[in-house]
C-alpha cells in the first residue's frame, strides 16, 4: 500500500469501554457510549464495538450484546459488535441466539468479536462459573458457537439456535495468548494489540497470515490492529489524555482493584509508590500519541509496517468531550 495513501485506504474504527469516571455511575457511562457511536458514526468510522467486564468498579459494560443492540438502534449505518464477548463465560448456543437475534433485528451491520479472557479476580470467576483453566476450552468453544450458525450440532441431536442458524454475524477472534494460531486454523479475522510490543505483533500477523485456512466465515487473512489514539492540539495535551487511563492501570495491577478514571490533574498531583510509579509508566509507553502531525506519521509508519487492513482505536479518558475531539482529529486525518 502507498505509504502517502495508507491512512485514506484504511478503514478505522471505535471500541468504547463504557469507562466510569470519579463522581459519576454507570448507567451513565452505558448512556454515554451510545452516544458516543452517534458521534463515531457522524464523523465516518468504519465499526464501534463495546466490551465485556464484570465486576470491575470502573468499568459499566457487563453485557455485550445488550448494549450492542442499544448501540445499533441509535444509528443507522455504522457496524457495531462486541471487542469481544468472552466465550469461557457462556455457553456458545446462548451467545449465537444472542447474535442471531442482533442479525436479525439490524441485519448486515453486527459483528461478532470473540475473546478468551475470564474473570479478573477468584470471587468474579467462581461467580461467573468459570475458572482460569476456562479459557483452555476456547478453540472448542470457538468451533461450536459457529457451528450453530451453519447448523444443529452433533453432540446435541434435534437442538438448533434460533433464530441464529443461517446467519452471518461476521466474527473476529482477539488475539490472547495463541489467539492468532487459532484465528489462521479457523479462518478468522484477526483482532490484535499493535502498539506496545509491536516486534511479537507483527510476528504473530506474519503466522496468521502464512497459516490462514480459508473458511466459509473469510476467504483471505483480515488483521485489525488494536491500540490507544490520543489526538490534541499539542503533545502535552495528547499524553495528558492518556494519565486517567495509565493511572486506573497502575492502581490495578498493583491493588487488584480497577477503579473509576480520575482527572488528569489529579493523576499528576498524586505521589505514586514505587511500584505504582513503574506500572503506570509501563502503562504510559507504548501509546500513540501527539498533534495531528505526529500521530499521521506514527499511523502511517504502524500500518505501513504490518500491512494491516484496517485499525480499531481504543482511547479511554476522563473527559468525554476530549475523547470526541481526539476522535475529530483523527477523522480528519483519515480524509
Known amino acids: 500500500m502507498n505509504v502517502s495513501s495508507v491512512l485514506r485506504d484504511t478503514p478505522f474504527s471505535i471500541l468504547d469501554r463504557s469507562r466510569i469516571r470519579e463522581g459519576e455511575d454507570g448507567p451513565r457511562a452505558l448512556r454515554e457510549t451510545v452516544a458516543l457511536a452517534r ?73 461478532m468479536g470473540l475473546g478468551r479472557s475470564v474473570g479478573f479476580t477468584d470471587a468474579v470467576r467462581r461467580a461467573l462459573g468459570a475458572g482460569k483453566d476456562a479459557a483452555g476450552a476456547f478453540g472448542g468453544q470457538v468451533a461450536e458457537l459457529l457451528g450453530w450458525f451453519s447448523g444443529g450440532q452433533t453432540a446435541y441431536p434435534g437442538v438448533h439456535a434460533f433464530p441464529a442458524e443461517g446467519l452471518r454475524p461476521a466474527p473476529f477472534l482477539l488475539a490472547t495468548g495463541s489467539g492468532a494460531d487459532l484465528a489462521a486454523e479457523l479462518g478468522l479475522p484477526l483482532v490484535i494489540g499493535g502498539i506496545r510490543g509491536e ?7 506474519d503466522r496468521y497470515r502464512a497459516a490462514f485456512r480459508p473458511s466459509p466465515w473469510a476467504a483471505t487473512p483480515y488483521v485489525v490492529l488494536s491500540g490507544t489514539v490520543a489526538v490534541a492540539p499539542s503533545t502535552a495535551e495528547a499524553r495528558r489524555l492518556l494519565l486517567p487511563e495509565a493511572w486506573s492501570t497502575a492502581y490495578s495491577r498493583t491493588h487488584g482493584v480497577f477503579p473509576p478514571l480520575l482527572p488528569p490533574e489529579t493523576v499528576e498531583a498524586m505521589t505514586m509508590t514505587g511500584p505504582e510509579r513503574d506500572r ?31 485499525f480499531l482505536v481504543t482511547t479511554s479518558t476522563y473527559d468525554r468531550r476530549r475523547l470526541l475531539e481526539s476522535h475529530r482529529l483523527l477523522a480528519d486525518l483519515l480524509t
Request: no cysteine; proline share 5%.
Open 199 to 205: 516486534d511479537a505483533m507483527l510476528r504473530a500477523v
Open 39 to 111: 458521534e463515531a458514526e457522524a464523523l465516518g468510522f468504519h465499526r464501534f464495538w463495546v466490551s465485556e467486564h464484570h465486576g470491575v468498579p470502573g468499568v459499566a459494560g457487563s453485557a455485550p450484546t445488550v448494549l450492542a443492540a442499544a448501540v445499533a438502534a441509535a444509528t443507522s449505518r455504522i457496524r457495531v459488535g462486541t471487542g469481544g464477548v468472552m466465550l469461557p463465560n457462556h455457553q456458545p448456543l446462548v451467545i449465537a441466539e444472542q447474535f442471531g437475534v442482533l442479525e436479525s433485528l439490524f441485519p448486515g451491520r453486527i459483528d
Open 280 to 310: 503506570f509508566a509501563a502503562a504510559l509507553a507504548g501509546q500513540l500519541h501527539g498533534s495531528p502531525t505526529e500521530v499521521a506519521a506514527g499511523l502511517r509508519a504502524l500500518l505501513g509496517r504490518s500491512g494491516a487492513d484496517e
